[in-house]
Nanobody
Framework: QVQLVESGGGLVRAGGSLRLYCASSGSAFNFGAMCWYRQAPGKQRELVAAISEDGNTDYANSVKGRFTISRGNVKNTINLQMNSLKPEDTAVYYC?????????WGQGTQVTVSS
């Protein structure tokens, strides 16, 4: 049973920072790419940041220069450092991982940025 669990969300004011965490359990294999997605009410799910197995990273244009994805010290974990937060960043943030043909998702963590 593979599980992903996000944490670190909360309520912050515009310009503030949050650090999200994604922990995993149950996999005997190293995940391939791992990603952070977000979904705001009434909007489609958006890919925010991705990190490959070899450590290459990519970001949505809307968060470049503000968000940083990184691998944790523990196997199959990732972090998302979010700086200079804007109200438009308000969403539920989800961790995603792929292993062969399967895709795994966490339950999400709510990030709310007030004006």
């Amino acid at each position: 049973q593979v599980q992903l669990v996000e944490s670190g969300g909360g309520l912050v004011r515009a310009g503030g920072s949050l650090r999200l965490y994604c922990a995993s359990s149950g996999s005997a294999f190293n995940f391939g790419a791992m990603c952070w997605y977000r979904q705001a009410p009434g909007k489609q799910r958006e890919l925010v940041a991705a990190i490959s197995e070899d450590g290459n990273t990519d970001y949505a244009n809307s968060v470049k220069g503000r968000f940083t994805i990184s691998r944790g010290n523990v196997k199959n974990t990732i972090n998302l450092q979010m700086n200079s937060l804007k109200p438009e960043d308000t969403a539920v943030y989800y961790c995603n991982a792929v292993l062969c043909s399967m895709s795994f998702w966490g339950q999400g963590t709510q990030v709310t940025v007030s004006s």
